[in-house]
């Protein structure tokens, strides 16, 4: 049950017809009256129910200034409080009251299912109550055995001297743990990691570091769970002896609902979390490549953009990165507002550290990255443009791919299927 399909399947389809029901009962009526004032009335309020909503989010609050609530959400809110004025408009007995309860919980369900269906962000019903995942293991200090490990060879990639022992595991683990912000005082939520087949076995494959981050909002999970991460990595390392980058999906916002922009600031030093804190971890209780210049660092939306900062402002420690759907400079939406939030109102210390603005002066011939757009973002697809384009004029080795989607899932989960590939390559898994 709890691995019932969300996306698609005939679970969804079951959850349209729940909705459709529950508000034609909430809709019926046999008076003339109900018909020429309840429905009208209702219908009314909800549009100005999705209206306001609209505008308290998009307008006023804005926590997610470059991404609008989608047409399908505000339906879903209109029709939801249209269902509730059906419902307290109607006069019957208790039974009858009890089932409207019912159809307006429907009615529910049914648009929130919609909304899933559009970001594609709870493939299953695990993913929306956060059960353990496929493979959840405890962490436990029986991940570092430093007795025969297998190194890569200066200049050659590790395939070439690993061997797959017979007992490997055929699936990585995935763990949740607690990556303390020692240095930066940043509070982040729990980290998730995947552990590769190769990482489970003795002797151990000494593999590099992928570090991942969600956008906004998001938690550290939604890789594992819209993205199918741990399914991806598995498939990669069956087709390679096991061996696969060690990912650690990390948490850059504090808060789904906070939007610190990756860098040093009153919201959060998150750029110090990823850059000191995260890597020291990583080194400490993991056994991998200890030259982070050999890790990676990705992402979708703000996360990507994350993922870009990093490999910008911090070459000495990221050198390849993969931005997915992000942007092209730090924002939290208002230009004025992310000068005064984040940098004290001082232009010169945005531009220090604000990504396409650092290349326009220096180059990074030692960095690569993987950048995706979808073809319908019509908001995302022009600053990953922008993105590979300053990347290239900065000397990085920059892979543009373009897919079909939006600001979606669809986009985000078949972009880092593609990277994994490239990746491997880089990072010296494979020639």
């Given amino acids: 049950m709890l691995d019932w399909p969300l996306i698609d399947g005939w679970p969804r389809i079951i959850l349209v017809v729940i909705g459709v029901v529950s508000l034609f009962f909430l809709a019926y009526g046999t008076t003339r009256r109900w018909w020429t004032v309840w429905v009208p009335v209702a219908g009314v309020c909800g549009i100005v129910g999705a209206g306001v909503v609209k505008l308290v989010v998009d307008v006023l609050w804005q926590p997610f200034p470059e991404d609008p609530l989608p047409p399908v959400a505000l339906a879903a809110v209109g029709l939801l409080v249209a269902a509730v004025v059906l419902a307290i408009a ?12 019912m159809a307006v919980a429907g009615v529910a369900v049914s648009g929130a299912a ?15 109550v956060g059960a353990d995942l496929d493979n959840q293991v405890d962490f436990g200090h029986d991940f570092v055995s430093p007795d025969k490990l297998v190194s890569a060879p200066d200049g050659a990639a590790l395939s070439t001297v690993w061997t797959a022992p017979p007992d490997m595991p ?23 990691i ?3 087949p190769a990482y489970l076995t003795t002797p151990r494959a000494e593999l590099p570091v992928l570090i991942m981050m969600a956008g906004q909002p998001g938690t550290p999970r939604d890789w594992f769970d819209g993205g199918k991460l741990a399914v991806v990595m ?7 002896q096991g061996l696969a980058p060690v990912v650690v999906a990390v948490d850059n916002l504090g808060d789904s609902r906070s939007n610190p922009a990756c860098v040093d600031s009153p919201r959060g030093n998150v750029f110090r979390y990823l850059t000191v804190d995260v890597p020291n971890w990583i080194k400490q209780n993991l056994q991998v490549v200890q030259d982070t210049t ?19 402002d911090a070459p000495d420690v990221y050198r390849t990165f993969v931005s997915i759907s992000g942007e092209d400079a730090i924002t939290i939406g208002d230009p004025a507002k992310t000068l005064n939030e984040l940098f004290g109102g001082s232009q010169a210390a945005f531009d220090a550290v604000d990504p396409l603005t650092v ?14 757009g979808g073809e319908d973002d019509k908001t995302y697809l022009t600053q990953a443009q922008a993105v590979a384009a300053a990347g290239k004029a900065a000397g990085m080795a ?7 989607g939006g600001h979606e899932w669809r986009v985000w989960g078949a972009g880092f299927e593609l990277a994994i590939p490239w990746l491997g390559t880089r990072l010296g898994l494979v020639q």
Avoid at 298 to 309: E, Y
Avoid at 359 to 372: E, Q
Avoid at 398 to 404: A, G, S
């Fill in 90 to 101: 109607k006069r019957a007995g208790l039974p009858r009251r009890l089932l409207a309860v």
């Fill in 114 to 128: 919609a909304v899933n269906q559009y970001y594609e962000q709870y493939p299953t019903l695990r993913a929306v």
């Fill in 170 to 192: 055929g699936v990585g683990s995935v763990t949740e743990v607690a990556i303390p912000g020692k240095e930066s005082g940043f509070a982040a939520r729990n980290a998730w």
């Fill in 194 to 196: 995947y552990l590769p």
């Fill in 234 to 240: 598995d498939s990669y390392a069956a087709a390679h």
């Fill in 294 to 312: 050999k890790w990676a660092a990705g992402g979708l939306s703000s996360g990507g953009t994350c993922a870009l900062i990093l490999a910008v």
């Fill in 359 to 372: 290349m326009k002066s220096k180059s990074f011939p030692n960095t690569a990255g993987f950048v995706v």
């Fill in 398 to 404: 920059i892979d543009y791919v373009e897919l079909p």
